[in-house]
């Protein structure tokens, strides 16, 4: 006997198998050239070594794809999620971790140290954006290219499931589009460099007077701040009215596109826990009302003529891009994918998620409707909830799942093995609008 295992079905899984290992080792080999050159504080042959890097992690990438899905029949494999060193908080995982949040750290505070990655990525920025590049287009371009790397990972994983199709056509798009190239484009043409994808309060900067007086001096800027303000105001509202939260956090969004591509395999870590729900409420509520005060106290120190205000706008405005901006967001938000899940900027700390939260709970048509009595009380749907949310409760209760941190990813009804749950837009939860369909009506007793 060559296994202890007692399972009859798979005796011994193979979680990864030899191709899927070699596609691993090139898209590794890819990731060692970015990090020597990131290690070395000096690019050798930029455009070989960066065109070297991307071609190794596309074909390891592709290689894993075809070898994780192409060769199985369609439908959702999470085999061995709870088992794999890098999504079950093994060595693997804690050591992407470590380098995710490093790669954070020294993007927000010790920019210096990513001398050898802008130098690496300066021939692309000179060509796309005409300028020389920055940390930020180092990120901007990594952030990208994960987002597609992994977002065409996520497409074959579940490609038999036309919403998960379409939401990550859409999340590629918008990053691609309307977060990298449009903001480059704009900058080789000398207007401001502004990412259509994010308003505030998630960009706290744009609300503020720092952002009007810079936007001042085009008409692009001063139309993106008012499109901004707008789109909080009304355009947040109106949509989540009738979609749900989902239309932005998983269909447009940067930050939801970065989870649901490259955080896709760690998205069962979240926390499921009553206390964690608690915790989420107070504190993703808090930032919101942080961010409102904080962009609120800038207008009156610049309306009341920049006197006493000053150093405390300054300083709300300084301690909330130091703790909510960069460590939040970016250290934890991010860096922590492999140990907290992939959404606990979103769950926890997004202020944009809160506002249109907040609309979903009090004034949406967007549910998830469930069919109770096909529920088997598996807990697939629990377990893949990225946002914590303990769907698999309201199923056995046969309730609808209306959750103000449901960002409508669709995940938890896509691994539901019997098709119990369903997202949809309407006025009333399935047990009202049903109630006539099963009321038992009784044949009158002739007197
Ligand atoms: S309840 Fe379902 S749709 Fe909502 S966040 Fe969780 S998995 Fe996604
Ligand atoms: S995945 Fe489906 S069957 Fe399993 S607990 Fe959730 S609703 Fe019930």
Known sequence: MDHASLSIATPAPVLTTGKQKAGLVLAGAGLLLVLVTWAAGQAVAPVPTLLAALSLCTAGVALFIREEYLTRPAGIQNNGAWFRSLSARGVWGWLTGVLITGFYVCLYWFPGYLTGLTQLFDPLSRLLRNTAADQWFVYGTLYTAAVLLMGVKFFYKYRHNPYQRWRTVSVMFFQLGFAFLIPGLLLRLQYPELYFTYFWPLSYYQGTPMAHAGYSGSGLGVFFFFFGLAMFFIGAPVLTYFFGK???????CGCGGLAETAGDPFRHLSDKRLRAWKIERWMIHGVLVFAVLMTALLWVNVATGRGVLQAYSQFFYKSYSFLVGSAFSGVVGVGFYPLLGSRVWCRFGCPMAAWLGIWQRAKSKFRITVNGGQCISCGNCSTYCEMGIDVRAYAQKGQDV????????????????????RLEGAEADMAQRTELQRAILFPSVPA
Request: hydrophobic share 40%.
């Open 246 to 252: 989902r239309w932005y956090c998983s269909w447009v």
């Open 402 to 421: 209306v959750r103000a941190s449901c960002v409508g990813c669709g995940i938890c009804s896509a691994v539901c093995p019997r098709g119990v749950l």
